[in-house]
């Protein structure tokens, strides 16, 4: 068996099948039907995406007619991994006459010259030949000949049955065709060696099936797709592969970089340490800069170690962390010998920190004993948790306001937050000990790193830009990396603080853009005039590579030679790469939409644009039913402009994707559909899923990722809200990112206690199918020895973990209570009896911290006791390692000592916080041992001891500073907090201003602005703003802590809370969301009422919702607010009384029980005088709808109406319907102001309406043409005129809207053109 062993894309396996067209459709049905199914099984269930390549499935005519079926056949081969060819009696497609056959060849001979020799062949050969024959053995091949006998039989069949042209595909062609399969046949016979499988004579499709199959699973599970032994290898590989990939398609004839090679070569060559940045702006080249470099200095010095990371290039290639691993890795395989211990030896789902400092979402199965080698469970030493121990300081005497302060309960968040810290630390030294192992080798290291403005930083925290990569290196090690202009912070960094030595990058020169320009073109056989050429490197634009490079790539692919300065300038008109993109574009629907699929470009382009992570050329297909020949086409014209990372397609550059946004996504419904389109694609993923056993995460992640952002992306709450309950899918978000999952769910509306609910439930329903599933032997578990809900409760686990990030007490709460029971039910079930045990008090501890966090501290305090001696017990008899029994017990001091802080028992509070102290910085606790500090210090703020408290929280400062030494997490963030809450009890206003901005900036910019852990930094800001009576920050500051109030679930009648919480209302009702606001209005307005502050409301707020319930027939609820608000001096506005008449039009009051004086329209414009909507209410209502024209004349009357507002009240009754008093207005109007030309044009207008154009003809006879400025009066003389016989005078007023009918409405032209055809028509007559 020969042939590759690798897939070309290691994350996608295809397989080219060839045959004839007809004759062979019962080989591909029963390979379809029974076999590719399972080589998808095989494949998926490494993690790689198999797509069988048949480009027999019918040719577009457009293909046909641009005879690209041959380029395109080849050009797809050469993608594949394996080639399977099959023959029956009947050649194929031939002919050296067949002139459509030889344009085939014309089209492909330039990129296959081999072509020429084969000219006679059949397409179906051809494909043989360079799938096989060129070079047996490169490409592992199967290939199978049918028994004559089989197609003789079929033939006959078919003629018998006067079929004629059915028993053709059976039959040969002819004698030449006979003997060139024959002589095909011996050909392959020969090299049968160097291939997997040859079959001469397969008896009938099924066994030839068969074969093919058996050749394919033997090579995919025995060659190519095993893994070597080391998975960590393997995916090591894998994303070299991709490095490779991205390194390729950078490389392709990159001119320019002379000056700049030379620049870097000096790097390479100097005997000192060299630091260099590259900064440029995007689009200039820098990343093919260096991936042309990193060739040549591989190139021209072997013994240099350039280890190389482009940022971007793979899904996990933009983490500090793996950029440093990766780095450190390819270091190792370049020494002679490797470490013991690689830095791939700590996995994120099993291995955690010793010192309990990390805690990730769980995973399936780790199965360890938590209270050992797998813990980092939460614990009791980061209470810098807001939620859990934010309590609210004493009694301000100033203002009476209150300010918080940020406790530190043990917060998994922080944890997790830290080991990633820690993560990253080890990186650093393992990557400087290999740095260093490479210099006592004398070996050169280059470290080569590309798009660090791409760094993907974790979200909760806020990282120093450049931290991670090491400053101070051995003196053989250089380093380059790259950066857009767009990043001065860390260009700054590098340059200022680092000493790098900064490279510039500018705009390609006039020869170098000359000489691109030329080669690039020659590379497609085509050439420019030099006028030509001239006149595309003279544009000011081609300076920028990308632009110049997509000029070009348009004009290699531009047919008519005849029409080239014709599309040269086209092309030049473009003034940005955004503009060069719709030309792209044009271009593209021109040349690849079809008859059968007329939008096929506009498709492709649209799901690519609105999905969230690209998509795989197999989704493409599926989602939209491509045939090879539609698809391949079209992939092969877009390759330039769109990038595969990890398999999935996503636009090259962004200019390219607006672009396609705004030709053909510009409408709501447009990307709403396009977007409903891949939901429903990933949606069938994601329900073809089994909980267990729980599928790898790299089969999670395509419908998890696209599924939630489409959803969020088109506001689909409840689609949303299913795909996120989903067990799997949460399995996969909260494993990858659990703030992006926090955000997610906040678009879907729910509170976050309903959401632990749903994923109670969910597990309840997933624990009994299980079950059921197992006992019928349905399903059959990994590991027998663990029941079912043993193998799940990582998936509750995970729930617990993200309402504690989500400072959500009550869902905690309830999943904890869950866990519990289900830990304590399998008593005698767990084979490990010990780890049962560990898991409950570790999960007992977390309800302990929870019940204090809801003020049920009693019963915290209670399991807080009883979890302190089940690891004080364990710990005294051996049974429980010493040093992860103390640590625990730590635990349980701190959240001992939080509950007497929050009870104000300030002394027994500081005594568990110094316990807990004591046995961090025992086992050298960092971030643990600055947590009790923080509380302490909060002990003495309590005591009133502000100048103590100061001293503390700065040693908290620094223990945390030293800990998080490449971020600056929340944690620091509260000792801010806390700094500036002591300087405000000392008095000291501005220190503590500096604090509380520093806090609330560095907590937005760590966790987004409304994460729970920025409530207490937003109120103390509040609190500090109302001293210096800046209201408006104030009340920016208290809206935003709303959001906080919401997730805790703070219920009282605290007068703030309700305040934030109408603010919130007030957001809502902004962005039109009024059955999201509603809720919020209710309780803000029950206690307003209870309370009595309704004179604190925001009237905005209630009217929007009166509003609402009006138009929505809900009339007394809008009554009670009205009503209310009416009798309120200091908050009722016009509005209010406006919005009472509204309602008493819709809803009438009976004459039993009328509206009170004080409600009514009547008693609002005594107090609002000057209000015109109430004008226009009582205009329009209690008089034009009524027709109640005396009325309106007395009430106009008594206003002293001017003629601006008779014309108002004209409009209004025209509006109404009601133009017989629209006409008595405006006559009884001319009669009080008979010269006033604008009512004079506006009864023309009137009358005009009613068609009594006598009467308007001695009014348009007393206007004055010159002063007459609204075209629609001058239509209307013109009609009058006209319908007057007056045709001449008509003419002239129409004259005047002919001058200037470029501006005039649609409508408007449509009727002055009408009116001058039928004159003009009139007038020949």
């Known amino acids: 068996m020969t042939g590759t062993s690798k897939l070309k894309d290691p994350r996608t396996c295809r397989i080219f099948f060839s045959s004839p067209f007809g004759g062979m459709e019962e080989e591909r049905e029963e390979l379809t039907r029974k076999y590719f199914p399972q080589i998808h099984h095989l494949c998926n269930s490494r993690g790689i995406q198999f797509v069988a390549v048949d480009m027999r499935w019918g040719i577009t005519s457009e293909a046909a007619e641009n005879a690209q079926t041959v380029s ?128 001469m004579d397969y008896l009938n499709p099924k066994e030839g099936a068969k074969h093919m199959f058996t050749a394919i699973w033997e090579h995919l599970n025995n060659v190519m797709l095993t893994r070597d032994g080391d998975e960590a290898e393997s995916e090591r590989l894998l994303e070299l592969a991709d490095h490779h990939a991205f390194m390729a398609s950078r490389q392709a004839l990159y001119i320019g970089g002379d000056h700049y090679f030379q620049q870097l070569n000096t790097v390479l060559s100097s005997d000192i340490t060299e630091k260099v940045v590259l900064v440029a702006e995007a689009g200039q080249g820098k990343s093919s800069l260096l991936a042309n ?136 030294t393992l990557l400087m000990g290999e740095l260093d192992r490479a210099r006592t080798e004398g070996r050169v290291v280059v470290i080569v790193i590309d798009g660090l403005d791409k760094i993907e930083e974790t979200f909760g925290k806020i990282a120093k830009p450049v931290s991670w990569l090491p400053d101070k290196i051995p003196d053989n090690v250089k380093i380059v990396v790259s950066v857009l202009d767009t990043e001065p912070g860390i260009i700054e960094e590098l340059v200022t603080a680092r000493k790098y030595r900064k490279i510039t990058l500018g705009g390609l020169q006039l020869e170098d853009r000359t000489q691109l320009c030329e080669k690039t073109l020659k590379e497609s056989g085509k050439e420019l005039s030099k006028q030509q050429l001239q006149r595309i490197v003279d544009k000011d634009q081609t300076e920028n590579a990308l632009f110049l490079k997509i000029i070009i790539a348009e004009l290699s692919v531009f047919g008519s030679f005849r029409k080239l300065d014709e599309k040269i300038d086209d092309l030049l008109t473009s003034n940005s790469i955004r503009d060069l993109c719709v030309k792209v574009l044009e271009r593209l629907e021109s040349d690849y939409n079809t008859a059968e699929q007329p939008d096929l470009v506009q498709e492709v382009l649209k799901l690519l644009q609105v999905s969230h992570e690209g998509l795989t050329e197999t989704e493409l297909k599926e989602i939209l039913d491509l045939s090879p020949h539609v698809w391949s086409p079209l992939y092969f014209a877009l390759e330039q402009y769109v990038v595969v990372q990890s398999g999935l397609i996503s636009f090259a550059f962004s200019e390219l994707g607006k672009a396609v946004a705004e030709r053909y996504l510009n409408l709501t419904e447009d990307r709403s559909a396009s977007a409903k389109c891949l939901i429903s694609y990933f949606d069938k993923k994601r329900k073809a899923f089994d909980i267990s056993p729980t599928p790898a995460k790299s089969l999670l992640r395509r419908p998890a990722m696209e599924l939630s952002w489409l959803q969020k992306q088109i506001d689909d709450k409840d689609g949303l809200t299913t795909t996120l309950s989903d067990l799997l899918m949460f399995h996969f978000l909260v494993g990858k990112n659990e703030y992006e999952l926090f955000e997610l769910w906040k678009s879907t509306g729910h509170t976050f206690t309903d959401i632990a609910d749903m994923y109670v439930k969910s597990f309840d329903k997933a624990l009994v199918e299980v079950y059921c599933l197992e006992k019928d032997s349905l399903i059959e578990p990994k590991d027998r020895s663990k029941t079912p809900g043993q193998r799940l409760l990582f998936l509750l686990e995970n729930v617990r973990f993200f309402m504690d990030m989500a400072s959500c007490i009550e869902g905690s709460i309830r999943t904890l209570k869950r866990i519990t029971q289900l830990l304590e039910n399998l008593e005698g079930k767990w084979k490990e009896e010990s780890q049962r045990l560990e898991l409950l008090a570790e999960h007992q501890y977390y309800l302990a911290c929870s019940d204090c966090d809801s003020g049920n501290y009693k019963r915290g305090e209670e399991l807080h006791k009883k979890v302190m001696k089940y690891w004080r017990t364990g710990v005294q008899s051996g049974e429980i390692d010493k040093k992860l029994g103390e640590e625990r017990m730590a635990w349980c001091y701190n959240g001992l000592g939080l509950t007497h802080y929050y009870q104000k028992q300030y002394i027994e509070g500081e005594m568990m916080f110094r316990d807990s102290l004591a046995i961090h910085e025992k086992h050298k606790n960092i971030c643990s041992a600055a947590d009790c500090w923080t509380n302490i210090g909060l002990i003495k703020l309590g005591l009133k001891k502000p100048k103590e408290a100061i001293k503390i929280f700065e040693e908290a400062l620094r223990l945390y500073e030293e800990h998080y030494f490449d971020s600056v997490p929340h944690s620091i963030g509260n000792v801010y907090t806390n700094l500036a809450l002591a300087y405000r009890r000392d008095n000291q206003l501005d220190q503590a201003e500096e604090f509380y901005q520093k806090s609330l900036e560095l907590k937005i910019n760590a966790v987004g602005s409304e994460h729970p852990i920025i409530a207490t930094a937003y109120m103390n800001l509040g609190t500090l703003y109302m001293f210096r009576k800046n209201y408006l920050k104030v009340q920016q500051f208290t809206e935003k802590a709303l959001h906080i109030y919401k997730i805790n679930q703070l219920h009282g009648d605290h007068r703030s809370y309700w305040q934030c919480k109408e603010n919130m209302a007030n957001c809502l009702l902004k962005q039109n969301k009024i059955e999201e606001a509603e809720p919020y209005f209710w309780d803000v307005f029950d206690v307003q009422i209870r309370l009595g502050f309704l004179a604190d409301c925001l009237p905005y707020v209630h009217h929007t919702i009166s509003e609402h319930y009006i138009n929505s027939d809900q009339f007394d609820k809008a009554d009670r607010i009205l009503t209310a608000l009416s009798h309120c001096k200091e908050r009722r506005r016009a509005k209010t009384f406006l919005l009472l008449d509204i309602l008493d039009q819709k809803h009438p009051r009976s004459d039993v029980n009328p509206r009170p004086r004080e409600e009514t329209l009547e008693y609002g414009m005594e107090l609002f005088p000057r209000n015109e909507d109430l004008f226009e209410q009582q205009v329009r209502v209690h008089h034009v709808a009524r027709g109640d024209l005396e009325g309106l004349e007395e009430f106009l009357t008594a206003r002293g109406a001017e003629a601006e507002i008779y014309e108002q009240v004209v409009d209004w009754c025209e509006e109404e319907g009601k133009p017989g008093i629209a006409a008595e207005v405006i006559d009884r109007a001319l009669h009080k102001f008979p010269d006033n030309q604008m009512l004079i044009g506006k009864s023309v207008s009137v009358w005009c309406s009613v068609k009594q154009f006598e009467k308007a003809l001695p009014l348009v006879q007393q206007l004055d043409s010159e002063g007459v400025h609204s075209d629609e009066v001058r239509l209307n003389c013109a009609r009058t005129l006209h319908q007057c016989s007056e045709n001449e005078a008509a003419y002239q007023w129409l004259k005047k809207l002919l001058t200037s009918i470029g501006s005039l409405s649609d409508e408007m032209k449509q009727e002055v053109e009408a009116l001058k055809e039928k004159m003009d028509a009139e007038a020949k007559l």
């Open 72 to 199: 395109i056949c080849l050009r797809e081969l050469d993608r594949c991994d394996i080639f399977v060819g099959f023959y029956g009696q009947r050649y194929g497609w031939h002919g050296i006459d067949n002139k459509n056959i030889q344009r085939n060849i014309d089209n492909a001979v330039g990129r296959y010259p081999w072509l020429e020799d084969f000219r006679d062949r059949s397409v179906t050969e051809l494909e043989f030949v360079h799938g096989h024959l060129n070079n047996p053995g490169a490409l592992p091949a199967c290939i199978c000949f049918r028994d004559k006998s089989y197609d003789e039989e079929r033939a006959s069949i078919l003629e018998t049955s006067g079929d004629d042209k059915g028993a053709k595909r059976y039959q040969s062609e002819g004698d030449e065709a006979s003997r060139r399969l024959a002589s095909l046949r011996d050909r392959i016979h020969d090299t049968r060696d160097k291939t997997l499988a040859v079959h």
């Open 293 to 428: 470099w990193v060739s040549q200095a591989q190139d021209s010095d072997p013994t240099a170690i350039i280890a190389y990371h482009f940022i971007g290039s793979s899904k996990d290639s933009s983490t500090k962390t793996n950029i440093l691993k990766r780095l450190t890795t390819e270091i190792t395989e370049a020494l002679p010998e490797k470490k013991q211990e690689s830095s791939e030896s700590k996995t994120d789902d099993t291995t955690k920190s010793t010192d309990s400092e990390g805690k990730k979402p769980a995973v399936e199965d780790t199965g360890k004993n938590k209270g050992q080698g797998d813990q980092g469970e939460v614990t009791l030493e980061d209470t810098d948790q807001d939620s859990k121990g934010r309590v609210e300081s004493s009694k301000e005497k100033e203002d009476g306001s209150k300010d918080k302060a940020d406790t530190n309960n043990n917060s998994e968040d922080n944890k997790k937050k830290s080991e990633k810290s820690k993560d990253v630390r080890e990186m650093m």
